[in-house]
C-alpha cells in the first residue's frame, strides 16, 4: 500500500463538506488504482481483508471532474 503522501488526491479541495483531512475523498494510486476514503458501511461482510466505505456522490462527481471523466 502507498503511503498517504504518495497518492494522488481528487477530492476534498476544501469546497465541499468539509475541508479537513478527515472528510470523504477519493485518491489516485502511483498504479492507477483507487483509494477511497469514507464513513465505514455494514451493509454486508466483505471478504476477509476488504472493508466498505460509503462516500457522498458529490465526492465520485468532483473526482470524475478531476480526472476528465
Keep these: 500500500m502507498s503511503e498517504r503522501a504518495e497518492l494522488i488526491r481528487l477530492t476534498g479541495n476544501g469546497e465541499g463538506e468539509c475541508g479537513e483531512k478527515d472528510c470523504p475523498n477519493v485518491y489516485r494510486t502511483a498504479t ?22 460509503e462516500i457522498p456522490e458529490s465526492v465520485l462527481r468532483e473526482a470524475f471532474r478531476a480526472l476528465g471523466w
Design 32 to 53: 492507477g488504482s483507487f483509494v477511497v476514503q469514507g464513513d465505514v458501511c455494514d451493509v454486508f461482510t466483505p471478504p476477509t481483508g476488504e472493508g466498505l466505505v
